[in-house]
């Protein structure tokens, strides 16, 4: 059947269309990101979902529909069936994106030698590197032979086939960016149109044949997964894997799971045999604290159900020039902003001569209300040039009055703590409404930030 051919503008951040060029995309506003493609239209119906078999799907009354609740298989790394809810979910298509380098490739072989030894058929296809190259890591990891198939293809249609005539119960593309469809508008590896469609393909392979897919994605210089928006509301699971370039953990956060929890995270550590789980971060975190230092105050934050003590450090000197400087790492620096202007108000420090410097040992991104009475117990500590006891935790939010606000989950703060050997917890007075009696930590409520930095360092 003859095809029309159409040009259409389509945005490579955001994968906006357009009729015309424009020099700014409409939708997310970033400039000289819409260029030309070649759309073959046709007449020909779109073709239904249909697995190997050729049988297609069809409606079904919900009461013929048969629903197996135990379908999960773990993958025996606990941090990351912590954070894909509890193991891998068959039919289940998995995007985990990061910076280069900062292992997911690793991961996914590690992930792939735990299948392996369960006996699982396992398809890892790779349009980065040599069939070679991933042996020389999969024999470092362990993995020697049984049913672990390696492909180097960059090319979607020779993919679905490997996967008709191998048919693995798990599947690993890496990187999506790197495949290429023959049906999509542009001939390009990487473009919207591209990813689009290798996406909805693998989408439907996985929905179709119940084979539980992995795909890996580049990150944008902004950090998120480079490519339409739409690739991360095509998917089941959305993971991201963060860390400092020159730090060895790496952390493993879900920000989007139908099967599951968001915002969990699964804690690793580099090392020259792979990525090493770390079972109590906590501990990890808080291991170089220094006895009698200033300007430093533990927190103890909620990263989806997993309580973590992170420390939170604060340096105030004063100004060299006209206008004071702060700087933030691993805070949002409008929260820092905020909590400074408040102890100004309602503290009465006088903070407007003095440069403030803030950061989260370790590296740790927290973006929860509950630190911010960390950070200004950290704040005060420094300016005042008065340690914080190496025993004490805070948890609290602070409103613009000054008053402490209640926070969530604050019995599993307390028993991480506790665990942790902290002998006082600082939580706002209204969480103490109904909490049990604990032996081996003291539970301190507070009502306001006045009342609280006069409790902590008189």
Not at 441 to 449: F, L, N
Request: include cysteine; proline fraction near 3%.
């Amino acid at each position: 059947m003859a095809k029309k051919k159409e040009t259409k503008y389509v945005c490579q951040s955001c994968g906006y269309e357009s009729a015309k060029w424009m020099g700014k995309c409409p939708n997310c506003q970033q400039w000289s990101t819409l260029e030309e493609e070649t759309v073959h239209v046709s007449n020909q119906a779109v073709s239904k979902r249909q697995d190997f078999s050729g049988n297609t799907t069809k409606a079904l009354p919900i009461k013929d529909i048969l629903y197996t609740k135990e379908n999960r298989l773990s993958t025996r790394i606990d941090e990351l069936d912590r954070v894909l809810g509890g193991g891998i979910v068959s039919g289940s298509l998995v995007l985990i994106g990061g910076d280069p380098g900062i292992g997911k490739s690793t991961l996914l072989l590690q992930v792939s030698a735990q299948l392996h030894a369960l006996k699982q058929r396992v398809l890892y296809v790779s349009g980065e590197e040599s069939a070679s190259q991933i042996k020389m890591r999969a024999e470092r990891l362990g993995i020697k032979d049984g049913e672990f198939y390696i492909y180097p293809e960059t090319d979607m249609t020779s993919v679905l086939q490997a996967i008709e005539t191998i048919k693995p119960q798990y599947v690993i593309i890496d990187s999506i960016q790197t495949m290429v469809h023959e049906q999509a508008s542009s001939g390009v590896a990487g473009s919207v149109s591209q990813i689009r469609e290798n996406t909805a393909t693998l989408m439907h392979t996985a929905k179709a044949n119940n084979i539980a897919i992995f795909i890996v994605g580049h990150v944008t210089k902004e950090g998120t997964i480079a490519g339409p928006r739409m690739l991360e509301h095509m998917v089941d699971t959305v993971l991201y894997f963060e860390g400092e370039k020159h730090q060895s953990f790496r952390m493993l956060r879900a920000v989007k799971n139908r099967f599951g929890s968001t915002n969990e995270i699964g804690v690793f550590e580099m090392s020259q045999h792979g990525l090493k789980q770390i079972k109590n971060p906590s501990e990890f975190f808080l291991e170089e604290r220094i006895k009698g230092a200033n300007g430093s105050a533990v927190v103890v934050s909620v990263e989806g159900t997993r309580p973590i003590l992170v420390e939170v450090q604060c340096l105030i000197t004063p100004t060299a020039f006209g206008n004071a400087r702060r700087t933030a790492s691993g805070l949002d620096y409008n929260r820092v902003a905020l909590i400074m202007a408040v102890l100004e108000k309602r503290a009465g420090m006088l903070l407007q001569m003095q440069d403030a410097y803030f950061k989260v040992a370790g590296g740790v991104k927290l973006d929860e209300p509950a630190i911010d009475l960390a950070i200004a117990v950290s704040l005060a500590s420094s300016y005042w040039e008065k340690e914080t006891a190496l025993t004490d935790a805070f948890v609290g939010e602070i409103g613009l009055t000054g008053e402490i606000r209640r926070v969530s989950q604050i019995t599993d703060r307390i028993k991480e703590a506790s665990k942790l050997g902290f002998k006082r917890i600082f939580i706002p007075k209204n969480n103490l409404v109904g909490l049990p009696e604990y032996k081996n930590i003291e539970v301190i409520g507070i009502a306001t930030i006045k009342e609280a930095l006069h409790i902590i360092f008189k």
